[in-house]
């Protein structure tokens, strides 16, 4: 009923990012690079892209290896920070597909790396790059925007919100001098969801004052609809009616040669065992 129901909608919104997300393509390119990375240091890998809702899917990245003859299985979550409605749910899905298909393969599992030193420093590296583009002299507020989750999962005790509040200190140590926030985004449907939500803090930072704004969206690790569109677009219209003199986003990790380093140091301890 929701997808029905939005389906108008999301396809607008693709639409103003160019007609389609460019997250395979991305997602290709990311899992390119570390298997390049880890092959020139010495380990025989193959990789495939499993997308949790879209092509190309579970079932078919198992098919891809299996052809490959792999004689076991590591998955690399791309979510960084743990959550059962991402990478718990992907995880499961991936254990359902291999029990229908037979696949008999050992498996590993990376579920979580929100706080690896590779990482913080390719996020960081981002927002350097991004502040040097104000003008000389200004001190922007940072908003750190990350994917909402509905509050019951939170409820339940899911580790989600304590993963990215460590990813930001760890990033925001670098830059002590400028203060910052955290908000959450792509809240839909009817149920609670964690909050404050995006929209709202930017509101909020108008009241107070606040001219310049650099989002940082820590829990994608590349461009999506909900950065191309959601922080792009629609919540940088919402600064321009507001009133802001300058809302800027750090460039999306995609396949930032240092991101792609931290990937690859994320996998090879798993590889030597």
Aim: charged fraction near 25%; hydrophobic fraction near 40%; glycine fraction near 6%.
């Amino acid at each position: 009923m929701i997808a029905y129901g939005r389906t108008k909608e999301v396809q607008e919104n693709y639409r103003k990012i160019g007609g389609g997300s460019p997250i395979v393509a991305w997602s290709t390119l990311q899992a390119r690079g570390l298997v390049d990375r880890l092959r020139a240091r010495g380990h025989d890998v193959e990789s495939a892209l499993a997308m949790r809702y879209w092509n190309p899917t579970t079932d078919d990245a198992l098919k891809e290896l299996e052809a490959k003859q792999v004689d076991r299985l590591l998955a690399l979550t791309l979510y960084p920070h743990y959550s059962v409605a991402t990478t718990g749910s992907s995880v499961a899905e991936l254990r359902r597909a291999m029990k229908r298909r037979g696949t008999r393969l050992p498996l590993e599992v990376i579920d979580r790396w929100y706080d690896h030193p590779g990482y913080i420093r390719a996020l960081q590296e981002r927002t350097r790059t991004a502040l040097a583009g104000f003008p000389h002299g200004v001190r922007p507020t940072i908003l750190v925007s990350a994917h909402g989750l509905p509050q019951h999962f939170i409820d339940a005790g899911d580790l989600y919100p304590a993963h990215i509040q460590a990813t930001m200190k760890a990033v925001l140590a670098e830059f002590p001098e400028l203060p910052s926030v955290l908000a959450y985004q792509s809240i839909v449907g009817p149920v609670p969801w964690i909050g404050p939500s995006t929209d709202k803090v930017i509101d909020q930072l108008a009241e107070s004052g606040v001219k310049d704004v650099l989002v940082i969206p820590i829990s994608f690790v590349s461009d999506h609809v909900e950065t191309l569109y959601e922080i792009d677009l629609l919540y940088g219209e919402q600064a321009k009616k507001l009133g802001f003199r300058t809302f800027a986003r750090a460039e999306s990790l995609n396949d930032d040669p240092l991101f792609l380093d931290a990937l690859a140091d994320v996998v090879e301890p798993r590889l030597r065992g």
